[in-house]
């Protein structure tokens, strides 16, 4: 009998050098930093330099990275005009996958050889940087298309979660409202093998270009078991509605064996190491908004499903809150995540080339067995592939 491992649940794939999760310890570290020490220290850029260059920027190397970054934040015309091609009711997640495509069809126009579009790993460095530079552009774009309003032209005096504040409110940004989103950026960046960064590892190991990994990465972090979680957990709130709600409402969801939005985690089965960072910062957003209510109904519902379930929340419980009260559209959510896990999955596109071996694993057949479409008379040639022992197929 063959041993599936559904969900390669429990499967170790390859190496990475890029992060450590350890669900003993409740510990991710990041090239062997905390992820909290990051998130308490550094501005996102520089937790971007890490994940793709293995230690912490010097300041000359931070303001480079800067520099190069703050050059890049414009959205090309090109760009503008695939998203506008679009309907408004498209889901901002579907916006941003286009754009990353446009982008990368122009980027590598002119490459004539399927050979060549890996790339090297310097262009996929300077690639990663200008797709990172562009993204707070394309996330504010569209909550800004969708609310009606003009987009507003990127500031280079401000730093990446700073710009990103500015671009999507075209207000100046509050430090303490900066603070938070430079937290939630640094602990969304980077998380091993998780869907969207293996999704990018599968498409990289077939030697197809960054740009397709990153769109194919984008769709799997759309998903509510993955990334779209953040934006789900706001739904799930606005149904609950008030704390005095969460047990009847609890009793209900469970009752219909409904999947509570936040919580849980496929490697953490003891809470989530990001969790109390995120926490800390939707703290200091609920104290700043002055939003006492937000915290009711988020420890409520937080304290009856583990008590009733056992299981933890995850960083897009605190996410979602915090987003939200910051004025995000709830649509917005899980594009925030993209605008950081950028980082993570272009870091993990130059591992996987560094050391590529194509991704493809085996299925076992439970499908009917072999059987003949009635008057079918095979010829020869055909014949001779069938009998031989080994899978054909790609
Ligand atoms: N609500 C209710 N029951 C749950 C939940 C939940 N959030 N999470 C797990 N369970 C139950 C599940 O129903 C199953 O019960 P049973 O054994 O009776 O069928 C058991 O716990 C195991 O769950 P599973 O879904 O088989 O476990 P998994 O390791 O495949 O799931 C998960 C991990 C994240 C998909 C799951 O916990 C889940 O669906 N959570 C809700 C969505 C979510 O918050 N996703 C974000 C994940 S973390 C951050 C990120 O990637 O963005």
Redesign the pocket.
């Known amino acids: 009998m063959t041993d599936i491992k559904k ?1 390669l ?1 429990g499967v170790y794939v390859d190496y990475t050098a890029i992060s450590k999760v350890n669900p003993e310890t409740n510990s991710l570290l990041y090239r062997g930093y905390p992820v909290q020490e990051l998130a308490a220290t550094q501005p996102f850029e520089a937790v971007a330099y890490l994940l793709w260059h293995g230690g912490l920027p010097t300041d000359d190397e931070l303001a480079a990275l800067r520099a190069t970054e703050r050059a890049h934040r414009g959205l090309a015309p090109e760009v503008k005009a695939a998203i506008d091609l679009l309907p408004t009711g498209a889901h901002p997640m579907d916006e941003i996958r286009t754009a990353v495509s446009v982008i990368g069809a122009t980027e590598t126009a002119g490459i004539t050889n399927v050979l060549d579009a890996v790339g090297t790993p310097a262009e996929n460095l300077e690639r990663s940087v200008r797709l990172f530079a562009a993204l707070p552009a394309i996330v504010a774009y569209g909550q800004r298309r969708r609310r009606g309003l003009d987009p507003v032209e990127p500031r280079d005096d401000l730093d990446y979660s700073a710009n990103l504040l500015w671009l999507t409110f075209g207000e100046e940004p509050d430090p303490v409202v900066v603070d938070a989103v430079n937290r939630s950026m640094i602990l969304y960046a980077e998380h091993s093998f ?1 869907a969207s960064t293996f999704t990018a590892r599968v498409v990289t190991s077939t030697l197809s270009d960054l740009y397709s990994a990153v769109v194919a990465a984008i769709g799997a972090l759309k998903g ?4 779209g ?1 953040n934006e789900a957990v706001l739904h799930i709130l606005n149904e609950i509605g008030d704390a005095a709600n969460v047990v009847p409402w609890l009793d209900e969801a469970l009752g219909q064996k409904r ?8 490697v953490y089965k003891r809470g989530d190491s990001r969790v109390p960072t995120m926490k800390a910062a939707l703290d200091m957003l609920i104290a700043h908004y002055d939003r006492p209510d937000v915290a009711e109904l988020y420890e409520t519902l937080e304290r009856e499903f583990v008590s009733r ?1 056992g ?1 933890y929340p ?3 419980y605190p996410s979602g809150p915090a987003y939200n009260l910051i004025g995000f559209d709830v649509l917005t959510f899980t594009p925030l995540f993209v605008a950081s896990r950028i980082t993570g999955w272009t870091a993990h596109i130059i591992e996987q080339q560094s050391a590529n071996a194509l991704i493809r694993p085996l299925s076992e057949y439970n499908g009917p067995d072999e059987r003949h479409v009635p008057g079918y008379v095979a010829d020869a040639a055909a014949l001779a592939v069938a009998d031989r022992p080994e899978e054909s197929a790609g």
């Open positions: 969900g649940a998780n509510p078991l993955h990334g979680a999947k509570i939005m936040g919580f849980g985690h496929r379930k299981i995850n960083l897009d």
